[in-house]
């Protein structure tokens, strides 16, 4: 980038003494925390002025340093723009006598909600325009959509803070009318009862977010004589309301990291009492599927740390009387399966690789779909029709776009329903090449690097490359497809995804090996994937970048504590910085849902360990890389302060003149911007920051 007289601000410095276990910290910049009391106040206590002034000269300094690149960035963003179908439609569903359907106008920024009766050829019902409803708000997300069994009436909810705390309401599908009854500080999801006119939900802890509390809510009465139905007391737990597929059941779930727990209850009488399919116990985990009269489970008994199948009676639920109906497998991960009338669909994962198997309940066929390529991402879709012979599924890769695929069971036949446009008239995906290659991390495990690339890019030494990752909760990141990467890719970067512990790639073990008193395989395996490319001339340290958000914003923060000299540039959206001070503060949303995966430092083991990896209790004097750092003011997940204390702190101890950035946008929470095209302006802004340190600021 450009060399710029923009002066970058410096944070006032008031010592805060934290002591916990004997040992003190001093916090420079405490003082830039802000309760939400003080964020949402109409009049601004002198705290908050300083603090929002502080956030709003870091974006005046990123707007200066960055304004050379201002039309680049609008040129990249029509790019990428240009590549969208703008009146794109969703393959039609059916479900309960409709075909549900989403699709987006030219020139509008949030889909359209509607559906037709029976047929495709019915006139259109528009259940939700979101482009209207989001009018006149800087954010704006609309939850799950959930309709009544006699397709009368629906739940909707809204978010217009990004703080995921959302507003349900009911809106009447035969008249149009939306009920003023709302009720708030809910999840966004809702289910029916059978009787049309019961919904149970979810509230979350005010102060917290933890979704605490399940309610049961009859049409026609006030909020205020909701009934509590259940109250997770554990604050180590969180809980959610579903329905089965088969709607014969309404199931409260209860999770923690280690541990999960469903009740269920008769989805006809919902005044009824809940009954506990089987008592929660520590590191026993089952999610609850029903066909017929059993409930099946995929869960982690016996030992299954990669997971099996089981059913139980739905008259006899204990776990002494489940019984396996796909067995626990070394080398594979069973992540979900989906149950229907004549057969079951899993989906597991083996070397990495998705793979989805079909296997009939007659036992007279037992088979998977085929894949070719050597990285790809499939799934399958909800598939909400029970008595069907078709199962819809997606299927991209980094080289070829998303296609939307229903399969036959019976005769075996494909029909490609839908498949990604790119427009523009210049993809065409021969012209880039996939493949995986494999690290070595320093404890001997090998660690997969999927990478993508234009056939004309060499690899060598001047060869640009991003690394991401994530590595945090068993999230695996798959190989898929980007319209967006395309600015990249055809711009001679190689993007590399590394597959780190933390993740499940490579099975549960992956995962466990990536957390807790583990927590810093994520860290070097990240930083061998690095040494890897840069050891095999795929980059070199001038040319090689890295970018995270949220865990995987630690993850950045991590590596360049430990190796700054690896990456010439990093990106750490919304990063999750400040560990110790986090995860001991449990009025913060998610902390006691989180001491499985990071630690209780409350206790002095996990305190040390947490300690000695946290970004910003180990920022020392040395060179950084170039580094943006990007938050959103309402972020729920990864509090706004985390990021800018980081950075105030990296500016006062860094010896080197690279760039240091933090752009806030006061406006959003965790996922940044709402909006499709206000999304993509984000990432024109985190590209344009890669392409400008490799001088490559042409259209």
């Known amino acids: 980038m450009k060399s710029t007289d923009a002066k970058y601000p410096v944070a006032d410095r008031q010592p805060e003494k934290l002591e916990k276990h004997g040992d003190v910290r001093m916090d420079n910049y405490f003082w830039m925390r802000l309760t939400d009391a003080q964020k ?17 000269a870091e974006n005046t300094y990123y707007n200066k340093v960055t304004d050379h690149t201002k039309d680049f960035q609008k040129d990249l ?16 569903y059916k479900e309960n006598g409709y075909f549900y359907i989403t699709r987006y106008e030219i020139g509008k920024q949030y889909p359209i909600y509607s559906r037709k009766k029976e047929t495709l050829d019915a006139a259109e019902e528009i259940l939700f325009n979101v482009n209207d409803a989001a009018e006149g708000y800087d954010y704006f997300q609309l939850g799950g959509l959930n309709i009544s069994e006699d397709n009368k009436l629906m739940v909707f909810a809204t978010d217009t803070v990004s703080r995921r705390q959302y507003f349900l309401r009911i809106k009447n599908l035969e008249t149009g009318e939306i009920y003023k009854d709302i009720i708030k500080n809910t999840t966004g999801g809702s289910v029916w009862a059978n009787d049309n006119k019961t919904i149970f939900y979810t509230k979350k802890n005010p102060e917290t977010l933890r979704s605490e509390k399940v309610f049961r809510h009859v049409l026609g009465t006030p909020t ?10 554990d604050d180590t737990f969180g809980t959610y309301v579903t329905k089965s597929k088969s709607n014969d ?45 059993h409930f099946y489970l995929l869960t982690n008994k016996d030992g299954a740390t990669n997971f099996k199948m089981m059913k139980t009676p739905v008259l006899a639920t204990g776990k002494e009387n489940w019984v396996d109906v796909i067995a626990h497998r070394e080398d594979t991960l069973l992540e979900d399966f989906s149950i229907f009338k004549d057969f079951i669909v899993i989906e597991e994962r083996t070397n990495g690789l998705n793979k989805i198997r079909i296997k009939r309940w007659d036992q007279k066929e037992d088979f998977y779909l085929p894949f070719d390529e050597e990285t790809y991402a499939a799934g399958v879709f909800p598939n909400p029709e029970f008595d069907t012979n078709v199962i819809r599924y997606s299927y991209n890769s980094f080289t070829t776009p998303s296609s939307v695929i229903d399969f036959n069971i019976r005769d075996k036949s494909q029909e490609v329903k839908k498949e990604q446009e790119v427009l523009g008239g210049k993809f065409k995906k021969e012209n880039y090449n996939s493949k995986r290659i494999w690290a070595t991390a320093i404890d001997g495990k090998k660690v997969a690097i999927s990478i993508v690339y234009h056939k004309n890019t060499k690899l060598n030494e001047n060869t640009p490359l991003l690394q991401y990752a994530y590595g945090s909760y068993g999230a695996t990141i798959p190989d898929s497809f980007s319209t967006t990467r395309l600015s990249l890719l055809d711009r001679g970067f190689v993007f590399a995804i590394a597959h780190i512990r933390g993740s499940q790639y490579l099975g549960r073990d992956w995962y466990e090996d ?15 994937c690095s040494k890897y490319l840069i050891d095999n001339k795929y980059t070199s340290a001038k040319h090689l970048y890295a ?8 993850l950045i923060g991590v590596v360049v504590n430990l190796n700054p000299e690896l990456y010439n540039g990093v990106i750490a959206a919304v990063p999750f ?10 009025s913060i949303p998610l902390t006691t849902g989180e001491y499985d995966e990071w630690g209780n430092p409350n206790n002095k083991d996990s305190y040390d360990y947490i300690k000695s990896y946290s970004p910003y209790d180990q920022v020392t004097e040395k060179a950084y890389p170039n580094m943006l750092v990007t938050t959103g003011y309402h972020d729920s997940q990864v509090q706004y302060w985390e990021p800018a204390k980081w950075v105030a702190k990296l500016r006062a101890l860094k010896t080197d ?24 302006k984000e990432t024109a802004k985190d590209y344009t920051f890669f392409l400008a340190l490799e001088n490559k600021l042409k259209v």
């Open 657 to 680: 003149t690279n760039l240091l950035m933090l752009d806030t946008n006061m406006d959003a929470g965790h996922g940044g911007a709402s909006g499709r095209f206000e999304a993509l």
């Open 547 to 554: 970018m995270g958000g949220s865990a995987g914003g630690l």
């Open 224 to 233: 205020s004589e909701d009934v509590e139905v259940f109250h997770e007391k």
């Open 249 to 293: 059941f309404i199931i409260v779930g209860s999770y923690s990291t280690l541990s999960t727990e469903a009740q269920f209850l008769d989805a006809n009488n919902p005044n009824g009492k809940f009954t506990i399919l089987q008592a929660r116990e520590k590191e026993l985990e089952y999610n609850v599927a029903h066909y017929k009269d």
């Open 77 to 92: 963003f029509e790019e990428m723009k240009g590549r969208i179908k703008e009146d794109d439609t969703s393959v039609p």
């Open 577 to 586: 910085v400040d560990v110790i001070s986090t995860m001991l503060d449990d």
């Open 514 to 528: 990536g957390k807790m008193f583990h927590k810093k395989n994520t860290f070097t395996d990240f930083i061998a």
């Open 40 to 56: 949402n106040a109409t009049e601004k206590d002198q705290q908050t002025r300083k603090v929002v002034d502080y956030l709003e």
